[in-house]
C-alpha cells in the first residue's frame, strides 16, 4: 500500500482538507454602507469566515452555513476511505472522481456565501490562504486517479498475457 503512488497523494490531499477544515477561509471587513444588515454587523470590524462559523475578533461566534462544512468533513472522510481501498482499484477511482465533484461543489458554495455577504452585507472580503487547500487537493486526487488507472491498465494488460 505504501509503496503506491497514488497512496502517498490521497494522504496529502487528506492532510489539506483538514488544514482546510481548522484554518479561516476569507476575512469581512466592514465597509461604509452595510445595507440591509447594518444592524447585525455594527459591533464588528473584521471577521474571519471558517466552513461553518464566522468568528469575530477572536471571541464572537455566531453560526454561519454548514454547507462548507459538510461538504469538506464528507470528502475528508471519503478521502481517508478511498486510502484504505487500494485492493478494490475499480471502486477506488470512482470514490476519487466523486471527491474531486465534492470539491468543485465546495468551491462553487463558496463562492455563492461570499458573493451573497458582499452583496447583500456591502461587506468588503479578502480571501485567506487555505482557501487554495481544496484546489490543491483537487490536483492530489486527479494524480492519484491517474496513478490508480495506471495500476490498473497494468493489471489488465498482465491478465491477458496469462
Not at 45 to 55: A, F, I, P, S, T
Not at 88 to 97: E, K, N
Request: charged fraction near 15%; glycine fraction near 6%.
Amino acid at each position: 500500500m505504501w509503496q503506491r503512488i497514488q497512496t502517498l497523494y490521497l494522504i496529502a490531499a487528506f492532510a489539506l482538507c483538514i488544514g482546510c477544515l481548522c484554518s479561516p477561509i476569507a476575512h469581512f471587513v466592514t465597509g461604509d454602507g452595510l445595507g440591509d444588515y447594518a444592524g447585525i454587523w455594527d459591533n464588528y470590524e473584521r471577521v474571519d469566515m471558517y466552513n461553518l462559523w464566522l468568528v469575530s475578533e477572536g471571541k464572537h461566534m455566531f453560526f454561519f452555513c454548514p454547507v462548507l462544512m459538510a461538504i469538506l468533513v464528507i470528502t475528508t472522510a471519503l478521502i481517508f476511505i478511498d486510502i484504505w481501498l487500494f485492493k478494490h482499484r475499480a471502486l477506488q477511482m470512482r470514490v476519487a472522481t466523486f471527491c474531486m465533484i465534492l470539491l468543485v461543489a465546495w468551491y462553487i458554495a463558496y463562492g455563492v456565501i461570499i458573493y451573497l455577504l458582499y452583496s447583500t452585507a456591502g461587506m468588503l472580503w479578502s480571501t485567506h490562504w487555505t482557501a487554495a487547500l481544496p484546489a490543491a487537493a483537487l490536483i492530489l486526487l486527479y494524480l492519484a486517479f491517474r496513478g490508480i488507472l495506471k495500476d490498473e491498465m497494468l493489471v489488465r494488460s498482465l491478465d491477458r498475457l496469462r
